[in-house]
Each structure stands twice: as structure tokens, then as C-alpha cells.
């Protein structure tokens, strides 16, 4: 089944503790992105990825770091997690860039920092 | 720089009835425009987009969309909505030189019966 996967679906975790939440896809798409979405703000992109090796920031990527070292892989990594980070968090990928192709979203992380 | 407004945060309707949530955008370049649905405690899913010829675009469940370029718009209807259709609908642009989606806010359609 084509999807993507992320984990965990749930955490919760507290101030300054590095976390990784992994994102997964099986669809040899080329880009990825992840997403926070916060109410009554709607999704806002952290950073994205058209290949392997290739990354480049969203609209709102302080706080946040990512990797592409495989095509199917693309983890994001909180270095010094902060509440204001707290937020559903979502993974997308599509064939490539989201102006040519429908995005496929995983389900979502739900995120808390104490 | 592009943006999205989509004025109601929530719409209640009742089963049957038809419905619009109304999009605008904002882009000093030539648009591509999306509406994703989010069930609840699901992902996003692509309902329907723009991207070039008809104005006029369809999903499979029966909405529609008309891309409306004098008044920025990308409004979203359905004649007859079902209590299935209760979810999170986004509105979203992106043009050819950027690698990323911008979306609204989003609307809240609540079905009754």
C-alpha cells in the first residue's frame, strides 16, 4: 500500500530533550516536506526536500533541522525542544514539487513540550 | 509574497443543503490552487486543484471549484451535502517558482441532520 508513515503518532517530552520524529515513504517520490499545523493558522512548512541531499527551509524553520540521506527517508529533529514547538506535525511527499503533483500527507505526530 | 484568506472558520449546515467555502488568495504571478480535506484525526487529502485550462474543476463526491482570476478567488461548493462530508477543508496556492504550498487557515464544515 502506498503511504507515508510517521513516528510516533503521539509524544510528549520536555524542554531542551532531543527528539527525532521519523517520516517515511514508499512512493519513490522525490520531494518531502513537513508541515506544523496549528489552529486557526492552518499548515505552515518547516522545510522541504526535492532529493536526496537537497533541503532548503520553509516559512517557519527555527528551532527545527532535518536530513535526506535516502529517498524514502526524511527525519525531522528538534535539537533543544521549547513549548511554543508544541503542534501536530505532518509529513508529505510527493513525484515532485507540490505545484505538479497531488502531496500525500502521513498521518500526523501530535507533539507536546512541557 | 503569497497568501491565502479563507473568511469562515466554521460553516454549519445541514444535511441536503448546499454549501460554499470561499477562498482568496493573493499572488502577483500565475497560480496553481488545491483544496485539501482533513477527516478527523487524519492526514490531508487532495480534493481537487487548478492548474490550467477549465476554470471549472470537480472532485469525485461532488464538489467543485471555480477559479475566478479577476477576484482572486477558488471557492469551493456542493449542492447537497452528506454527513460524511463533515471535516476540515484547506484551501491552498503554490505558482511555478515556489517549492511550497501556502494554505489557509482552514474552514470547519459541520454537517447536521
Known amino acids: 500500500e502506498a503511504q507515508v508513515t510517521q513516528n510516533p503518532r503521539y509524544l510528549i517530552t520536555v524542554t531542551g530533550k532531543k527528539l527525532t520524529v521519523t517520516c517515511s515513504q514508499n512512493?519513490?517520490?522525490?520531494?518531502m516536506s513537513w508541515y506544523r499545523q496549528d489552529p486557526g493558522l492552518g499548515l505552515r512548512q518547516i522545510y522541504y526536500s526535492m532529493n536526496v541531499e537537497v533541503t532548503d527551509k520553509g516559512d517557519v524553520p527555527e528551532g527545527y533541522k532535518v536530513s535526506r540521506k535516502e529517498k524514502r527517508n526524511f527525519p525531522l529533529i528538534l535539537e533543544s525542544p521549547s513549548p511554543n514547538q508544541t503542534s501536530l506535525y505532518f509529513c508529505?511527499?510527493?513525484?515532485?514539487?507540490?505545484?505538479?503533483?497531488?502531496?500525500?500527507f502521513g498521518p500526523g505526530t501530535r507533539l507536546t513540550v512541557l | 509574497a503569497q497568501s491565502v484568506t479563507q473568511l469562515d472558520s466554521q460553516v454549519p449546515v445541514f444535511e441536503e443543503a448546499p454549501v460554499e467555502l470561499r477562498c482568496n488568495y493573493s499572488?502577483?504571478?500565475?497560480?496553481?490552487l488545491f483544496w485539501y480535506v482533513q477527516y478527523p484525526n487524519q492526514g490531508l487529502q487532495l480534493l481537487l486543484k487548478y492548474l490550467s485550462g477549465s476554470t471549472l474543476v470537480e472532485s469525485i463526491n461532488g464538489f467543485e471549484a471555480e477559479f475566478n482570476k479577476s477576484q482572486t478567488s477558488f471557492h469551493l461548493r456542493k449542492p447537497s451535502v452528506h454527513i460524511s462530508d463533515t471535516a476540515e477543508y484547506f484551501c491552498a496556492v503554490t505558482d511555478t517558482g515556489r517549492r511550497a504550498l501556502t494554505f489557509g487557515s482552514g474552514t470547519r464544515l459541520q454537517v447536521q441532520p
Open positions: 508529505a511527499s510527493s513525484l515532485r514539487g507540490p505545484q505538479y503533483n497531488e502531496q500525500f
Open positions: 512512493m519513490n517520490h522525490e520531494y
Open positions: 499572488s502577483s504571478v500565475s497560480v496553481y
